[in-house]
């Protein structure tokens, strides 16, 4: 995907927006340098060079319809064709712009007004000032299955400041690679829903041993097989026991002399799933 952190965008005249013209370098006048807050790091592609579509570019601005326009780029589309470019604009919680304009690769700019080419819209422009207005790009095939999706968030219609401006499948404002669960939305710092576990060890004195159970309540895929170090407490830096593979329901156990003891197991991240962090069991006196 294309990057846009940190990069200048340029404000040009504005263009019929009916129409997604190729893009002339004698077009661009003007540069307009963008702050972009919150913008998350530059995208990149993947291995397998995914179909993609980024904004890298403003080129102009204003609330009513075809006042905005935006550089573009669409990247990996194969030849087998059926995709949708779909866009969407939004703000004060109104559809704007609903449009399915079939499908283009490469460089485009790409103008934002009223139209309903995919589905309903609910909003009538101009745009109300002074609220965000967010625009979202995706690339279908067939019709709702999002391959791709980039979103762009500026502080208001007649603005060109972007608070955000990156890939976003998950429409959480995060994007690759700081948004480690692409698919899974999560307002957490590393865009993962937070899985919670809970390490519980009870005593046994025939034989002298630590046992315990690890829990991932409604994820036991975050419980089961999953690697638990038995440490003992000591004077100075504690002693590494043992370590021990859970059970499929989360059991562990490990034989050992009299002492205090706890156990730890290390964080968990699943990009479908979630994210779990490390945690420590109380400590226990075995006999």
């Not at 576990?197 to 829990?215: E, F, I, N, Q």
């Amino acid at each position: 995907m294309g990057a846009c952190n940190g990069s200048a965008f340029r404000l040009n005249p504005i263009r019929p927006p009916e129409t997604h013209m190729r893009k002339k370098s004698w077009l661009y006048l003007l540069p307009l340098v963008v702050s972009l807050l919150g913008a998350a790091g530059s995208p990149g592609h993947a291995a397998d060079a995914a179909e993609s579509w980024s904004v890298t570019g403003v080129n102009s601005t204003g609330c009513a319809s075809g006042d905005w326009s935006l550089d573009v780029l669409v990247e990996n589309l194969d030849d087998e064709g059926g995709y949708i470019n779909h866009t969407i604009v939004t703000s004060g919680g109104l559809v704007y712009m609903n449009e399915d304009a079939g499908s283009s690769n490469g460089s485009d700019t790409w103008g934002l007004y009223s139209s309903n080419t995919y589905g309903p819209t609910t909003g009538t422009y101009p745009i109300p000032a002074g609220q965000p207005m967010k625009v979202v790009l995706r690339i279908e095939r067939p019709k709702g299955t999002v391959l791709s999706s980039w979103t762009m968030e500026a502080t208001s219609c007649d603005s060109a400041a972007l608070r955000f401006n990156g890939s976003d499948l998950d429409d959480d404002r995060l994007s690759p690679p700081r948004d480690k669960c692409p698919t899974s939305a999560a307002a957490t710092a590393n865009g993962c829903p937070l899985v919670t576990r809970a390490l519980a060890v009870s005593r046994k004195s025939t034989p002298s041993a630590v046992a315990g159970r690890l829990r991932a309540p409604g994820s036991p895929a975050f419980a089961a097989q999953r690697k638990v170090r038995v440490w003992k407490v000591r004077p100075g830096r504690d002693k590494l026991v043992a370590v021990r593979t859970t059970t499929a329901k989360g059991k562990f156990s490990k034989r050992v002399a009299a002492g205090r003891y706890y156990v730890t197991t290390v964080a968990v991240l699943d990009p479908a799933t979630g994210y779990a962090p490390a945690i420590r069991s109380r400590t226990v006196r075995v006999r």
